[in-house]
Every structure is written in structure tokens, then in C-alpha cells.
């Protein structure tokens, strides 16, 4: 645990030894941001405002107690353009735990997100997200009975007209789906 996670759990009264244990509720987006930065290991950095420019968009706090251990943030697609039901679809863009959730704790929160969104989105009718191949093998997905739905090389978001910052991850992406 690091210095700061010790910090965060000092008082507690107990210990989180399962994903049971796990309190999901919406967070503002500049936490969700905040806590992203802190936590993900591939793709640190999202700015709030990439976030709320979506039609739809929805950011998750998971708590152990009172203690934030982890974050998750769903917009609409960023190429929904390419989708021909874009507008239907939600994109878990970033699921970032602390070194302190335990076993199962990605596909325990997935589960509870999975019926907030249908709650709180009623339109949108498939959702998606993409795995970084280079470090994760998908296990969260096919453990949430979402399906395959493609595989992709690295594209870079720079384009000869639209100048961007240098890209988090330069790996190949499997595209996940369920259909709500």
C-alpha cells in the first residue's frame, strides 16, 4: 500500500477483503479526473472537459467505506462518427482501482455500473469499451459477459489538420460490447 493509500485508511475499521465491500456512487468529473490521474496505469490523464463536451456522459467513485478506491468514466463514443448507432452508445473510457481492491473488484463494480447506466441513460442500448493489449488480456470483460468485437492497431488521434498531445498508449485495442 502506498504512502497515500495508508493515509487514506488510517481510522478505518475494518479491511476490504472483497469486491462485496464496494460502494459505487457518481462523482463530479474533475474527481473522477483527479482520482483517473492517480490510479489508472495506462491512461492517466483525461481533462474534465473532455468529459461533460459529450451528449451523455456519467463518472463513478468506488468507495470502500469512505475511502475513494478507484474511478470510472463513461461518454458517449469519441469517434461516435463512426458508429451508425453512435448516439445509442455508451464507452466506459477509463476503470482505474487502487492497489488495494481485491480479486474481482473490476467486474464487481462493472456489474453495479452496468445497471446505474441503464437507470440513468435509458436510450442508449449497447455499450463499449476498448483494452490496451499490451497489458491487460480482457479478463474484467469476459468475466462481465460483454463480447469481442474487434481487434485494432494503434492510430494516433494527430491528424495533419488537427494537431493533438502526444499520445498515453501506442498499442493494439480489442473492442468490448454488451448489449444492454
Same mark, same amino acid.
Given at each position: 500500500m502506498s504512502a497515500r493509500q495508508t493515509f487514506l485508511f488510517e481510522g478505518s475499521s475494518s479491511n476490504l477483503t472483497t469486491p462485496h465491500q464496494? &460502494?459505487?456512487c457518481e462523482v463530479k468529473p474533475k474527481i473522477a479526473s483527479m482520482l483517473n490521474e492517480t490510479w489508472h496505469s495506462v491512461l492517466p490523464k483525461i481533462h474534465w472537459s473532455n468529459i461533460v463536451r459529450n451528449t451523455h456522459y456519467v463518472c463513478y467513485? %468506488? +468507495? +470502500? #467505506?469512505q475511502h475513494p478506491v478507484g474511478v470510472a468514466i463513461w461518454t458517449s463514443p469519441v469517434a461516435q462518427n463512426r458508429f451508425k448507432d453512435g448516439k445509442t452508445i455508451l464507452e466506459l473510457r477509463r476503470l482505474a482501482l487502487s492497489e488495494v481492491c481485491p480479486k474481482n473488484s473490476a467486474s464487481r463494480v462493472i456489474s453495479i455500473m452496468v445497471k446505474m447506466v441503464r437507470k440513468k441513460f435509458p436510450d442508449i $442500448? *449497447?455499450? %463499449?469499451?476498448?483494452?490496451? =493489449?499490451t497489458i491487460h488480456s480482457g479478463t474484467i470483460y469476459k468475466a462481465s459477459n460483454w463480447k469481442e468485437a474487434k481487434k485494432t492497431g494503434f492510430m494516433s488521434w =494527430? =491528424? #495533419?489538420? *488537427? $494537431? &493533438? *498531445?502526444p499520445d498515453q498508449s501506442k498499442s493494439s485495442k480489442i &473492442?468490448? #460490447? $454488451? $448489449?444492454l
Open positions: 464496494l &460502494r459505487v467513485g %468506488i +468507495f +470502500f #467505506e $442500448k *449497447r455499450l %463499449i469499451s476498448y483494452q490496451d =493489449t =494527430t =491528424t #495533419e489538420n *488537427r $494537431k &493533438r *498531445r &473492442r468490448w #460490447e $454488451k $448489449k
